[in-house]
């Protein structure tokens, strides 16, 4: 089925790499980005036809999916054009800036019989799927809590000024400070959670900018939080606290915890990532064990299949295209979608709520107090 990429930026290079997967279900009709040199670039590097315009690529019939890879600020109006022009909408996360935009979209697209479907399509990869397939096997029992962490380290102190794309576009590093971690990365424990345990009943967040000065020159204009967590609740008593942060430790587990045990997703965004199960242990001794060295208590699971990515320096740990390639067997089996716009409407809702809280309920204010005890006393230990 005919594609075609607007927005040719840093992470466009993954997905193009990604397309050699998907020979047989995709083919690339051209790609196209506003940025006259970013264009050149681009389509230079893959030697990919360049359309001359958005409107010369909305026009093309060849194309039958628009692939929406422009910043989260312009995720709304290249995707209400390509609709607006007949065409189905893979786009990057979030599928708009409030659950109000998603809504107005989805809506826009099911008036006019078309496909809209969201990144990210994380929750199709190997690990989660086998973490999943043991979770339905019941291997750990009954699942009670996840917690899903997405904590990248301090970013603006990393020398991310040398993280290039392969066509040479630098990490954006504005537009994620300005767009938030939250907005960028909580669709990745979402939709898995989603996927595993249906749609979010309940949120509970807090979020905060807690380092203002990112030291980009000029400095930023509006910086987003960078650091929620929240507990989500689902149907079944389950309850997933995901962390988000800019400023925390790299650390992107994704912890399942049941009654009789816990799966452990060592890096969400890896499809190759390893999968352990830990059994509780009960004893003393097992008990030590888990403690002091957890690494001998658990057993790897056997993925649900190999991945399909190579894995090498430069090289991307996910299938980018591979949510892309699922809309398309679904447009062409004429079946429901398993990205489609009701999942991405209700990611971009939950993650708002995460990024946002302020917007829905108010924090509440704590009554008591008590005095903060004075250093020389923490210093004599009295
Ligand atoms: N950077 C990453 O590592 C990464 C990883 C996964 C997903 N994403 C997501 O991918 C999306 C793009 O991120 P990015 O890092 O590639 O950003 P980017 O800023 O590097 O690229 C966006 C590109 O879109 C172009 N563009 C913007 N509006 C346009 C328009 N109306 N018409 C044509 N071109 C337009 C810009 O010129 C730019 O080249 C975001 O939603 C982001 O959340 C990024």
């Known amino acids: 089925m005919g594609i075609a990429i607007v927005g040719c930026g840093y992470v466009a290079d993954s997905y193009r790499y990604c397309l050699q997967l998907h020979g ?13 040199e970013r264009l050149s670039a681009f389509s230079g590097y893959w030697k990919d036809a360049a359309y001359p315009s958005l409107d010369a690529l909305l026009a093309d019939p060849a194309c ?16 209400r054009a390509a609709l607006a022009a ?9 599928l708009g800036l409030s659950a109000q935009e998603a809504q107005e979209l989805a809506g826009l697209a099911e008036r006019a019989g078309l496909r809209l479907a969201g990144a990210p399509c994380n929750f199709l990869g ?30 603006h102190r990393a020398d991310y000024t040398n993280w ?6 630098a990490w954006p590093a504005r537009g994620e400070f300005e767009t938030g971690c939250t907005y960028e990365h909580a669709g990745y424990a979402l939709g ?22 990112k030291k980009t020159r000029p400095p930023l204009e509006n910086p987003a939080p960078d650091f929620s967590t929240g507990c989500l609740e689902f149907d079944g008593g389950i309850v997933a606290r995901v962390t988000n942060s800019i400023i925390a430790p790299y650390d992107h587990r994704f912890r399942i ?11 969400i965004w890896d499809y190759g990532s390893s999968v352990i199960l830990r059994r509780a242990a009960t004893g003393r001794l097992g008990r030590l064990i888990e403690r002091r060295w957890p690494q001998l208590s658990g057993r790897r699971l056997k993925p649900v299949r190999a991945p399909l990515l190579k894995r090498g320096p430069g090289r991307p740990t996910m299938d980018f295209m591979r949510g892309v390639a699922e809309l398309a067997s679904a447009i062409y089996e004429d079946r429901p979608c398993k990205l489609d716009a009701a999942l991405a ?38």
């Open 24 to 36: 047989g279900a995709l083919r690339l009709t051209g790609v196209y980005d506003r940025d006259s």
């Open 64 to 79: 039958r999916i628009v692939l929406n890879l422009t910043d989260p600020h312009n995720h709304a109006a290249v995707t």
């Open 86 to 94: 007949g065409k189905h909408v893979y786009s990057e996360k979030p």
């Open 126 to 155: 190997e690990s989660v799927q086998t973490a999943w397939a043991a979770v339905r096997a019941g291997a750990i029992g009954r699942v009670r809590l996840v917690y899903a962490e997405l904590d990248d380290g301090m970013v």
């Open 164 to 169: 290039i794309s392969r066509s040479g576009r």
């Open 192 to 213: 898995a959670l989603i996927a595993m345990f249906g749609p979010v009943r309940q949120v509970s967040a807090y979020s905060t900018l807690l380092i203002a000065d």
């Open 257 to 267: 915890v049941g009654e009789e045990g816990v799966i452990d997703i060592a890096e």
């Open 345 to 382: 409407m209700h990611i971009t809702e939950v993650t708002e709520m995460l990024q946002h809280p302020d917007r829905f309920a108010q924090p509440s204010p704590v009554a008591s107090s008590c005095k903060p005890i004075e250093p020389e006393a923490w210093a004599t230990g009295r």
